[in-house]
Nanobody
């Protein structure tokens, strides 16, 4: 089974930027849609960005214009560029494959993003 490893999180001040990476142990060529999720304390996991194999993207309204998702299929890697970060972006960020039936790949450990001054 594909394993997912997120990295790139850290502590950043409001208005700052971070770039996250999601490395898959196996090929993601066969996965049409990959996405980034986040889960803040006391809140449910939410999908913040997704991208198709062909490069079509979608974003949650809360991050639109600030975050950019991309993927390099040949490297089995998905990226999330986060700009103009806000304290409300603080969460653990995960990558996975959004599916209609709600069955996901094995979740990785995620990477913590903390936006605070």
């Amino acid at each position: 089974q594909v394993q997912l490893v997120e990295s790139g999180g850290g502590l950043v001040q409001p208005g700052g930027s971070l770039s996250l990476s999601c490395a898959a142990s196996g090929s993601i060529f066969s996965i049409n849609v990959m996405g980034w999720y986040r889960q803040a304390p006391g809140k449910e996991r939410e999908l913040v960005a997704s991208i198709t194999r062909g490069g079509s993207t979608n974003y949650a309204d809360s991050v639109k214009g600030r975050f950019t998702i991309s993927r390099v299929n040949a490297k089995n890697t998905v990226y999330l560029q986060m700009n103009s970060l806000k304290p409300e972006d603080t969460a653990v960020y995960y990558c996975n494959a959004p599916t209609r039936d709600g069955v996901y790949l094995l979740w990785g450990q995620g990477t913590q993003v903390t936006v605070s001054s």
